[in-house]
């Protein structure tokens, strides 16, 4: 497999020199159109240079329901922009991701859960009907079972997973030819994408964000830059607008020869069913930063535990005490640990909550 390399871009880039970008490898970049209700100022600026430089575009739209309450406006408003711009050469983007820190009243956790899914689904589909297409989602595992959800109607759209193998200060940096990406990443880390709940996989892989000291290199006036590797198959069906996930088989019947007797099983003993949770959690390792507060020690979870240098250290309850007595501020039995201070304390680099199920 030779996967595409790309990037996605917003004004925190600032100068962009695409020609530079184009020369060391990347193929294609994905530029923020908009926050919630606000235009991202530089996306007119980059669409042209991006396409001066004969890169493949997209666009994509970071979805802040506490700026709108109906998903079906914000993403209108997207769909819009990019017919404005004409900057979808490949599939327009969702970014799902915390949007806690966004404006307005920044700090507020906004709306959660099943509201949440709710209004993500109903802007996909909006998408959809604008564009005749489904859009592709940029979200990962542990934002999605922090706020209890599933792809659910989301499954029909191409998923690119954010994972960092590497996200601190002094981390290694890629190679400056982006062909070399792929061979670099699979060799140099074990990890995978790891895809939230009703996805059955991952069309691309967000693989570098912070700490990669990467935006020079490709043009950016940032310090950093963020890195995607692309699946072949959906950068093909992207490019085509044949949709973002293949066509179900076609059903076949099957009919039994005349001259078979077809044998009936006789009726069975009614069964008392078994109610199972109805969203079953994988093991979640988040190495992000801004998504270690989520992943909490709750009902959900009956493992936590934390990684330090590969090592894991379980917490259990008579852990959490031993914490609390040696002055680490952890929250009461009856609340969430809070991981973050505690993997500061531990020296942990990967913070990790194994579900039930």
Not at 31 to 45: F, S
Request: aromatic content about 10%.
């Amino acid at each position: 497999m030779t996967l595409v390399p790309i990037t996605d871009i917003s004004k925190h880039q600032r100068n962009v020199d695409f020609d530079v970008m184009a020369s060391r490898g990347v193929v294609g970049v994905i530029i923020r159109l908009g926050n919630g209700k606000a235009l991202d100022p530089m996306a007119a600026t980059y669409v042209r240079g991006a396409r001066a430089a004969g890169l493949v575009v997209g666009g994509y739209w970071f979805c802040n329901p506490k700026a709108e309450h109906s998903g079906t406006t914000q993403m209108a408003r997207f769909a819009y922009r990019a017919g404005e711009l004409d900057c979808l050469d490949i599939p327009p983007m969702m970014d799902v991701e915390s949007f806690t820190d966004e404006y307005p009243n920044p700090g507020t956790a906004g709306i959660t859960g099943w509201p949440l899914q709710t209004w993500l689904e109903d802007g996909a589909d909006r998408l959809q009907d604008e564009l005749g297409y489904a859009p592709i989602v940029y979200s990962n595992a542990a934002y999605f079972n922090s706020q209890h959800m599933v792809a659910a109607s989301l499954a029909r759209c191409s998923l690119i997973v954010a994972r960092y193998p590497w996200y601190y200060p002094g981390a290694p940096a890629p190679p400056v030819d982006a062909t070399r990406w792929e061979d670099w990443l699979f060799a140099g880390t074990p990890k995978r994408p790891q895809v939230p709940p009703g996805w059955e996989g991952w069309s691309g892989w967000q693989f570098a964000a912070g700490y990669n000291r990467a935006g020079a290199t490709y043009g950016a006036s940032s310090t950093d830059l963020d890195l995607n590797l692309i699946k072949p198959d959906a950068w093909a069906r992207w490019l085509n607008k044949t949709g973002t996930t293949p066509p179900p088989p076609p059903q076949v019947e099957v009919v039994s020869p005349p001259d078979i007797p077809v044998l009936v099983r006789p009726p069975q003993p009614a069964v008392t069913p078994v109610v199972l949770d109805p969203i079953a959690y994988d093991p979640v390792e988040d190495t992000m930063p801004g998504n270690a507060p989520l992943i909490k020690m709750d009902k959900r979870y009956n493992e936590a535990f934390l990684v330090g240098a590969g090592t894991p250290v379980w917490l259990t309850g008579e852990d959490i005490e031993a914490l609390k007595a040696d002055g680490v501020p952890v929250a009461d039995s009856g609340e969430h640990p809070s991981f973050e201070i505690v993997a500061r304390r531990a020296g942990c680099d990967t913070l990790t909550a194994r579900a039930s199920r």
